[in-house]
């Protein structure tokens, strides 16, 4: 018994890492996507009657492929210790909610996560969006001290210029949006003109702010993700490295270089090696 469950594993296991498979998804995905922007014109009865038999079968498909990436995998612990397992997860259960009734709206709602799957199934996305998630805490603090020159430039603004405009400048929250508008440049030169008017010094008040905003920070936000992405490419490599050494049956700690604790050891072994031999001279 135990044998034929492990036979099957292990088919469900080639399966579900078959090129072939891995391809025909992506390409159910891709005519999901497509079904699912269909809906949204005014097509022919038949035609809508195959698109919801096409919904039908693709639903069916992915609870498929989702038990079979269930049965492949070493248990539901380790199943769902991948974040990404979890993640498909929940989408195919929320594809399996009836679009009829009231609640069509919310079903085609659902599907239309489905098309986040390609995500999941091509790593280069994977990595991408590890990356930006990973990159987010280090963004967070740069947004935090973009909120603080926001609100000093803000604070400053609707000091300064509130007489001129209150619409744009009555208080600091509104001056802070209309220093976001700035810093997106949406007809910022007509916002700077109008105060230079009457303070012809006020340039500087913009083109400082711009430079902070829109060049410093903007920089340092690029920078965080280009970091945490060069990481994760990095990582990629190494574990892709890590499987193809695996298959050609190589060692791959072999091909890793020596740690400081490994030498550390050698160089322990050796001191012994020598002491021993010493000993055996002066015997």
Same mark, same amino acid.
């Given at each position: 018994?135990?044998?034929?469950?492990?036979?099957?594993?292990?088919? !469900?296991?080639?399966?579900?890492?078959?090129?072939?498979?891995?391809?025909?998804v992506?390409?159910?995905?891709?005519?999901?996507?497509?079904? +699912?922007?269909?809906?949204?014109?005014?097509?022919?009865?038949w035609?809508?009657?195959? @698109?919801? $038999?096409?919904?039908?079968?693709?639903?069916?498909?992915?609870?498929? =492929?989702?038990?079979?990436?269930?049965?492949?995998?070493?248990? #539901?612990?380790?199943?769902?210790?991948?974040?990404?397992?979890v993640? /498909?997860t929940?989408?195919?259960?929320?594809s399996?909610? #009836?679009?009829?009734?009231?609640?069509?709206?919310?079903?085609?709602?659902?599907?239309?996560?489905?098309?986040?799957?390609?995500?999941?199934?091509?790593?280069?996305?994977?990595? !991408? $969006?590890?990356?930006?998630?990973?990159?987010? #805490?280090?963004?967070?603090?740069?947004a935090?001290?973009?909120?603080?020159?926001?609100?000093?430039?803000?604070?400053?603004?609707?000091?300064?210029?509130?007489?001129?405009?209150d619409?744009?400048w009555? /208080?600091?929250?509104?001056?802070?949006?209309?220093?976001?508008?700035?810093?997106?440049?949406?007809?910022? %030169?007509? $916002?700077?003109? =109008?105060?230079?008017?009457?303070y012809?010094?006020?340039?500087i008040?913009? @083109?400082?702010?711009?430079?902070? %905003?829109?060049?410093?920070? @903007?920089?340092?936000?690029?920078?965080a993700?280009?970091?945490?992405? %060069?990481?994760?490419?990095?990582?990629?490599?190494?574990?892709?490295? /890590?499987?193809?050494?695996?298959?050609?049956?190589?060692?791959?700690?072999? /091909?890793? #270089?020596?740690?400081?604790?490994? $030498?550390?050891?050698?160089?322990?072994? +050796?001191?012994?090696?020598? =002491?021993?031999?010493?000993?055996?001279?002066?015997?």
């Open positions: 018994m135990l044998a034929n469950v492990s036979g099957l594993q292990s088919k !469900l296991k080639l399966i579900d890492n078959s090129k072939a498979f891995q391809g025909f992506i390409f159910v995905i891709i005519v999901s996507a497509l079904s +699912i922007g269909a809906h949204t014109y005014h097509l022919p009865y035609l809508e009657q195959t @698109l919801v $038999v096409l919904d039908v079968g693709i639903t069916v498909f992915f609870a498929v =492929e989702i038990v079979i990436r269930f049965l492949a995998s070493d248990g #539901p612990k380790k199943f769902f210790s991948n974040g990404w397992n993640f /498909d929940l989408i195919v259960i929320g399996l909610i #009836p679009a009829g009734g009231s609640g069509i709206l919310i079903a085609r709602l659902l599907r239309i996560f489905r098309v986040l799957r390609l995500v999941s199934m091509i790593p280069e996305l994977r990595m !991408l $969006v590890n990356a930006l998630l990973k990159a987010i #805490p280090r963004m967070g603090y740069i935090l001290l973009m909120f603080v020159i926001f609100y000093i430039y803000g604070a400053i603004g609707s000091m300064l210029f509130a007489h001129i405009n619409f744009l009555g /208080d600091v929250s509104v001056a802070m949006l209309t220093l976001f508008r700035v810093s997106t440049f949406e007809s910022w %030169t007509s $916002v700077m003109y =109008e105060t230079m008017a009457v012809p010094l006020s340039w008040y913009y @083109l400082s702010f711009i430079f902070l %905003t829109a060049f410093v920070f @903007l920089n340092m936000m690029v920078g993700v280009l970091d945490v992405m %060069t990481q994760e490419t990095q990582a990629m490599r190494d574990e892709e490295a /890590d499987e193809l050494a695996l298959e050609s049956g190589k060692s791959v700690e072999a /091909d890793k #270089p020596a740690s400081v604790a490994d $030498v550390v050891e050698l160089k322990a072994q +050796i001191a012994e090696l020598k =002491e021993m031999l010493v000993q055996k001279n002066q015997g």
